[in-house]
């Protein structure tokens, strides 16, 4: 079954703890990028990476940051520097590292921080 | 700022009715897509239309592009209950490579 998965799907937190959510693809994507959507809003990218041991800052970046060691897989670690942490996270790969090609998401994980 | 913006920002429509979602962008771009959202669930990818294409049809999804008024439609033929969803348009600029921008989504309720 070929994919994105992110886990976990729910995840609670107390403020002031760096907490990690995972994201891995067996697409063999190159591109991977991570985004947070707020109710009733759309995506706001984060972080994003086109390539291993690379990755760029997205729009809203700060509180948060990323590794990609592995191709298939590009984790996210909220840290406590972030002012408002619970929202829906989600990951998504594309096979094009150039050109906007369609994005294939995970199922997303739910944070709460309180 | 978000490039792209839906409007309306909520739909509700009974089963048989199309419905039609609009999606304006401020800047020039190489490809407009649009995705499908059920709650609480990731995006699913349902039309990608490039920037010297002016229609694009995938079964009952009918996509515009107007690049002159930098402005995108989606039409859904014969809605059915199960098109309840959120629904976003997501552009890329012609030197952001492969990252999208979205807009903040129409929500469509389909009455059965």
């Known amino acids: 079954d070929g994919g994105i998965t992110q886990s976990p799907k729910y995840l609670f937190r107390k403020e002031g703890q760096n907490v990690t959510l995972s994201c891995e693809q067996n697409?063999?994507?190159?591109?991977m990028y991570w985004y947070r959507q707020d109710p009733g809003q759309g995506l706001r990218l984060i972080y994003y990476s086109q390539i291993v041991n690379d990755f760029q800052k997205g729009d809203i970046a700060e509180g948060y940051s990323v590794s990609r060691e592995k191709k298939e897989s590009f984790p996210l670690t909220v840290t406590s520097a972030q002012k408002n942490p619970t929202a829906f996270y989600l990951c998504?790969?594309?096979?094009?590292?150039?050109?906007?090609?369609?994005?294939?998401f995970g199922p997303g994980t739910r944070l709460t921080v309180t | 700022s978000q490039q792209g913006e839906e409007d309306p920002q909520a739909l509700s429509i009974q089963e048989g009715e199309n419905a039609t979602m609009n999606c304006s962008y401020k800047?020039?771009?190489?490809?407009l897509q649009w995705y499908r959202q059920n709650s609480g669930r990731g995006l699913v990818h349902l039309i990608l239309?490039?920037?010297?294409?002016r229609e694009k049809h995938s079964g009952r999804l009918r996509v515009t592009l107007d690049t002159s008024k930098k402005s995108s439609s989606l039409l859904i033929t014969a809605s059915r209950a199960a098109d309840t969803a959120s629904y976003f348009c997501a552009t890329d600029g012609e030197t952001s490579g492969s990252r999208l921008t979205f807009g903040e989504g129409t929500q469509l309720t389909v009455n059965p």
């Open positions: 239309i490039r920037s010297n294409e």
């Open positions: 800047t020039s771009i190489n490809n």
């Open positions: 697409l063999n994507h190159d591109a």
């Open positions: 998504a790969s594309s096979g094009s590292t150039f050109f906007s090609y369609e994005q294939y």
